[in-house]
């Protein structure tokens, strides 16, 4: 079992910048890779980004490449999604999510996820 709590959502204008972090309990972090997703009004659940157990490998969604970037550090069962020069359609909840797997853009193949954290970009 593992619970995932995001944490760092907020509004923020236009071109600005955030830091959403994901803190998974027990011991196995590492044996899950990662994934954040997102949810606007009225839409379904979107890929935004996810990285290997290790965090060696990394993929993005179109809409968001140059501007998002996911880590993890394992020592901190913790993962995180920086979010630079956003705009208001990155408006969403943000998800976090662990896949025994290897992670992917389809929401099915991931076994655990967070309750969520809002983000509002201002225009």
């Known amino acids: 079992q593992v619970q995932l709590v995001e944490s760092g959502g907020g509004l923020v204008q236009a071109g600005g910048s955030l830091r959403l972090s994901c803190a998974a309990s027990g011991r196995t972090f590492n044996f899950y890779a990662m994934g954040w997703f997102r949810q606007g009004p009225g839409k379904e659940r979107d890929f935004v980004a996810g990285?290997?157990?290790?965090?060696?490998?990394?993929d993005y969604a179109d809409s968001v490449k140059g501007r998002f970037t996911i880590s993890r550090d394992n020592a901190k069962n913790t993962v995180y999604l920086q979010m630079n020069s956003l705009k208001p359609e990155d408006t969403a909840v943000y998800y976090c999510a662990a896949a025994l797997t290897a992670y992917g853009s389809i929401p099915q193949i991931y076994n655990y996820w967070g309750q969520g954290t809002q983000v509002t970009v201002s225009s």
């Open positions: 990285i290997s157990r290790g965090g060696t490998s990394t």
